[in-house]
Structures are given as structure tokens and as C-alpha cells.
């Protein structure tokens, strides 16, 4: 299967620290990737990375976008071109409309790639019957962008942009946190609606039991800025059983 993700030692700096050491990773197209480590291991700075966040120094190494190089590209750039980043800590705008929000970010995408903007009565029909889904009120849809939202509200509004976004490529940073049983049964079945052949997905976490609700091809860890061992979902459930220090014994 051809791949949707390529990254080449990747070598990453932040603050003057190093944080990616030569991380190299191979995304499948139609696959979903799970992301574990431990805290401190540049997992959140990868899923930064990808988007084109500002504060990342990049080193060395490249990222491939369904075979282009996208880490010269301005973010909204990267964006048009199908790569969607689900944030760890969604922030409130207060000012900024939802709805707005969600439809400008649509149409910017179908203009970037030659394609007619939805007008505002078939945007709407669209966002009411997706936001249904994901168990978000009407009202939710008409407050200020994530203003008042509680965790789960935020996680699901993430899943509610990239369903009506559709892009080629969802990193999605730890989007499980913070949730309770209902909110990431929600999330995960709007993350599944989604698999196709044709889209993949990162899923960066700390425990298994989103892993449990959309099962992954594979499973990569992540420690001290490089893979050190990648597997099947089985390896979700063993890092569940027994943590990170065999792992880091192992990579010693």
C-alpha cells in the first residue's frame, strides 16, 4: 500500500533542546497509526510539527504528504492539502463563532483545491445532521468556538471539524484525555465513521482504551525522540500491563 505519511530522520528542536532524534515513520494508506510514550518523549511535538506550528525548530529530516515535502508549507497550506491536527487542549475564542468558524474553514479548503463553497443553507443542513451524531446541541453549534465547552464538548466539537473538513490525513493529539466513558465512545465512533482506504490516521495517546474503540494496524512507541519498537494493537495492551520500563531497558 502506497504511503500516506512518510517521515525521514526527523530531527527536531525546541528551545534550544533536542526533542526528535532521527524519529522515522511510514503511514499506510487506509491505516490508522497509534503514537505511545511516555510524557516527555516528543509526541505532541510531532503532532506540531506536521501541522507547521511556530516554536519547532526543524533540523533535519522530511515529511511526505502523500509524496510531496509539505514541512516549506505554511500551515493553511497543509491544511488545503488534506492534513488535519485535533488539538490536545482545543482554546476558546470568545468572539468567534462555532458555525462560522466551521464554514469558513470549510470553504477555504474546497477553495484552496478548485472547488465551489457551500452556501450557508447547505453548510448548516450539513453541521446540524454531523453534530447530531457526535451528540452536540444545536446551541453548541451557535456559542463562541469551544467558549464554556466542557473537556468533552471541546474533543467532540475536534471530531465534529474534521468530519465536515474530510481530510486525507487526521493527527489527532491525545483526543481521548480527559474524557469520560460516554464522550469517548462518541469520539471514537465519529473517528471510525471516517477509516476509509483512501484516508489515514495518527492517534497519539497515553493509554489503550481509545486503541480498545478504534482498533489500529499498527502501534509505534515513541521514547527519547525516536521509535523504539513498533507492533500490533497486542503492544497497546502489553505497554497497558507493564509500562514504559522494559521498553526504555531495552532501548538502553
Given amino acids: 500500500m502506497k504511503?500516506?505519511?512518510v517521515?525521514?530522520?526527523?530531527?527536531?528542536?525546541?528551545?534550544?533542546?533536542?526533542?526528535?532524534?532521527?524519529?522515522?515513520?511510514?503511514?499506510?494508506?487506509g491505516e490508522v497509526?497509534?503514537?505511545?510514550?511516555?510524557?516527555?518523549?516528543?509526541?505532541?511535538?510531532l503532532a506540531h510539527v506536521l501541522a507547521g506550528r511556530e516554536g519547532y525548530e526543524v533540523v533535519s529530516g522530511r515529511v511526505l504528504l502523500d509524496g510531496e515535502e509539505i514541512l516549506g508549507l505554511a500551515p493553511e497550506?497543509?491544511?488545503?492539502?488534506?492534513?488535519?491536527?485535533?488539538?490536545?487542549?482545543p482554546v476558546e475564542v470568545p468572539g468567534v463563532g462555532n458555525l462560522s468558524f466551521l464554514q469558513s474553514a470549510v470553504n477555504a479548503q474546497?477553495?484552496?483545491?478548485?472547488?465551489?463553497?457551500?452556501?450557508?443553507?447547505?453548510?448548516?443542513?450539513?453541521?446540524?445532521?454531523?453534530?447530531?451524531?457526535?451528540?452536540?446541541?444545536?446551541?453548541?453549534?451557535?456559542?463562541?468556538?469551544?467558549?464554556?465547552?466542557?473537556?468533552?464538548?471541546?474533543k467532540r466539537n475536534e471530531i465534529l471539524q474534521m468530519q465536515l473538513l474530510a481530510p486525507r490525513l487526521a493527527v489527532l493529539d491525545e483526543i481521548?484525555?480527559?474524557?469520560?466513558?460516554?464522550?469517548?465512545?462518541?469520539?471514537?465512533?465519529?473517528?471510525?465513521a471516517m477509516r476509509t482506504p483512501e484516508r489515514s490516521f495518527l492517534l497519539i495517546t497515553h493509554y489503550a482504551r481509545l486503541l480498545a474503540l478504534v482498533p489500529p494496524d499498527r502501534v509505534?512507541?515513541?521514547?527519547?525522540?525516536?521509535?523504539?519498537?513498533?507492533?500490533?494493537?497486542?503492544?497497546?495492551?502489553?505497554?497497558?500491563?507493564?509500562g514504559y520500563d522494559w521498553l526504555r531497558a531495552e532501548a538502553a
Fill in 110 to 154: 474546497r477553495k484552496a483545491r478548485g472547488e465551489p463553497e457551500l452556501d450557508a443553507w447547505d453548510f448548516l443542513a450539513r453541521a446540524r445532521e454531523m453534530a447530531q451524531k457526535m451528540g452536540l446541541t444545536e446551541a453548541t453549534l451557535s456559542r463562541g468556538l469551544n467558549e464554556g465547552f466542557s473537556g468533552g464538548e471541546k
Fill in 77 to 89: 497550506e497543509r491544511a488545503a492539502r488534506g492534513l488535519f491536527l485535533g488539538f490536545q487542549h
Fill in 176 to 192: 481521548d484525555s480527559g474524557l469520560d466513558v460516554d464522550a469517548l465512545k462518541a469520539v471514537a465512533e465519529g473517528i471510525n
Fill in 220 to 242: 509505534h512507541v515513541l521514547m527519547d525522540g525516536r521509535i523504539v519498537r513498533t507492533g500490533g494493537p497486542e503492544l497497546a495492551h502489553e505497554i497497558e500491563a507493564r
Fill in 33 to 45: 497509526h497509534a503514537i505511545m510514550g511516555p510524557n516527555g518523549s516528543g509526541k505532541s511535538t
Fill in 3 to 5: 504511503p500516506m505519511l
Fill in 7 to 29: 517521515i525521514e530522520d526527523l530531527h527536531v528542536r525546541v528551545e534550544g533542546k533536542d526533542v526528535l532524534r532521527g524519529l522515522a515513520l511510514a503511514v499506510p494508506k
